[in-house]
């Protein structure tokens, strides 16, 4: 079954956003954007610096509102969200366990249920045996672990990331590809993915949006038809190195990854 037979989980119309600029007067980022995401749905936002990526997962977040359009989600309320960003924005004087607990902190759970819960997520995004180490002993690989072990562990609906992997070194990065990959078939959640990388896009996602240049518009909606389970060896198949240069022909190559080896 295809992400589309499935409920919406958020319904995007007409969305635009503009900010104001000293030099200009204004600022647009984004204009008449429109898309659904479905239940389960793994969907990747790919396009040039500026195209307005981030400012969008911040309004689907509620961290900004748009100034047109609107944001529908079902049911008709928002549903509870997790975000991952470009950093892991650790607190430092908390342990690994207890940068994930704080979620579940602050919304009084139980101390054992929450100590339980982190135990295993813990686990689940391999972390076992580093539960108080400090941040500042942690590579940037686990730190953003620990990010996302904290947006997973309140069981949000919708799971927002912002290039989380965006400031890691290049073998690092594509570990956390396999990573976030296992983590997304054992928990199958509805994520919305900001990405510059083509390959993370095609690696990661069921589904691609391709913005323009600002102000972000849609440009083009890509199916990403590679089966799951998803390996490494993948990348280099002729289908994967198609599907990107169909995506790098569209997008263009500004601030884009190579396909390729």
Not at 60 to 69: D, K, N, R, S, V
Not at 240 to 257: C, M, P, Q, Y
């Given at each position: 079954?295809?992400?589309?037979?499935?409920?919406?989980?958020?319904?995007?119309?007409?969305?635009?956003?503009?900010?104001?600029?000293?030099?200009?007067?204004?600022?647009q980022a984004l204009k008449d954007l429109s898309f659904a995401v479905y239940q389960q749905e793994f969907l990747c936002i790919l396009?040039?610096?500026?195209?307005?990526?981030?400012?969008?997962?911040?309004?689907?977040?509620?961290?900004?509102?748009?100034?047109?359009?609107e944001v529908r989600f079902a049911q008709g309320h928002r549903p509870r969200i997790g975000m991952v960003f470009q950093q892991a924005t650790l607190m430092p004087w908390r342990t690994v366990s207890g940068n994930i607990l704080l979620p579940l902190e602050l919304m009084g759970i139980p101390?054992?249920?929450?100590?339980?819960?982190?135990?295993?997520?813990?686990?689940?995004?391999?972390?076992?045996?580093?539960?108080?180490?400090?941040?500042?002993?942690?590579?940037?690989?686990?730190?953003?672990?620990?990010?996302?072990?904290?947006?997973?562990?309140?069981?949000?609906?919708?799971?927002l990331l912002d290039e989380p992997f965006a400031s890691l070194d290049a073998l690092t990065r594509e570990r956390m590809w396999d990573e976030l990959s296992r983590i997304w078939q054992a928990r199958q959640k509805t994520v919305i993915m900001v990405t510059h990388s083509i390959s993370e896009a095609l690696f990661l996602a069921d589904r691609i949006l391709i913005l323009t240049p600002r102000p972000g518009?849609?440009?083009?909606?890509?199916?990403?038809?590679?089966?799951?389970?998803?390996?490494?060896?993948?990348?280099?198949?002729?289908?994967?190195?198609?599907?990107?240069?169909?995506?790098?022909?569209?997008?263009?190559?500004?601030?884009?990854?190579?396909?390729?080896?």
């Open positions: 079954m295809s992400a589309r037979d499935r409920l919406p989980v958020v319904e995007v119309h007409n969305l635009s956003a503009i900010f104001p600029d000293e030099q200009n007067g204004s600022l396009g040039p610096s500026g195209s307005g990526k981030s400012t969008l997962l911040r309004i689907l977040a509620g961290l900004l509102p748009p100034t047109a359009g101390r054992h249920q929450a100590e339980a819960q982190a135990r295993e997520l813990i686990e689940l995004v391999g972390l076992r045996g580093f539960e108080h180490a400090w941040p500042k002993d942690l590579s940037g690989g686990m730190a953003q672990r620990v990010a996302l072990a904290r947006a997973l562990i309140h069981d949000p609906d919708l799971l518009r849609l440009r083009m909606t890509l199916e990403v038809d590679l089966p799951r389970p998803r390996n490494n060896e993948m990348r280099y198949s002729v289908h994967f190195l198609n599907l990107a240069r169909r995506v790098k022909a569209v997008i263009g190559t500004e601030n884009s990854d190579s396909p390729g080896p």
